[in-house]
Structure formats: C-alpha cells, structure tokens
C-alpha cells in the first residue's frame, strides 16, 4: 500500500495534467462548454510545464542551451494558436518525462 502512494506522489503532477486532459475532453464534447475547457486546459498545460520555464530560464542565464527550447515553443504556439489540448498533450510528456529522469 506505501509503495501505491508513494508511486502516487512521485506522479502527482503528470496524474494532475491527466485528469486535467480528461476534464477538458468532458467539458469540451459532452457538455459543449468549451470556455470551461479551454480553462482547465490551459490550468494543466501551467501547471505541467512551469518547472521546465524556469529551469530554461535560468539555463539561457548561465549559456547552457537545450532541446527543451523546442517543447518549450510548441507550447507557446499551441497557446497562441488557442490549441489547449495540445498544449497539455506537450505538458504532460515533458513532466511525464522529468518525473521519470527524477
């Protein structure tokens, strides 16, 4: 049972951004609330990608470049675009992805 909350815990952010994906699917096509579901979406999408903004941040301060960069503006033109559930798609791999590096 410790090891299914602890599992739990290390995933929290990436089970977040799931259900947050789920959520918006639901209020998006089921109950036709779309404003609702570009909200959440956008939630999850801040949510799972505010570590990698600041680690970038600082690495671009310290000169060291990365691919992040690449995932990085996918997000921010998947926002611009109005294209949330890709945005949040994008989010949850690259939290998936360092929750599995961590």
Not at 44 to 53: D, I, K, N, P, S
Not at 59 to 75: G, M, P, T
Not at 82 to 94: D, F, G, Q
Request: without cysteine.
């Amino acid at each position: 049972m410790n090891s299914r909350i602890a599992l739990v815990k290390t995933f929290l952010i990436p089970l977040i951004i799931l259900l947050g994906i789920v959520l918006y699917l639901i209020f998006n096509f089921i109950l036709k609330l779309p404003r609702y579901a570009d909200i959440i979406a956008i939630f999850a999408t801040v949510l799972g990608a505010y570590r990698l903004f600041i680690e970038s941040f600082y690495s671009v301060i310290k000169r060291e470049f990365a691919l992040d960069y690449i995932a990085i503006l996918a997000i921010v033109v998947s926002l611009f675009t109005r294209e949330y559930l890709v945005a949040a798609i994008i989010a949850l791999m690259l939290s998936t992805g360092r929750t599995i590096e961590d």
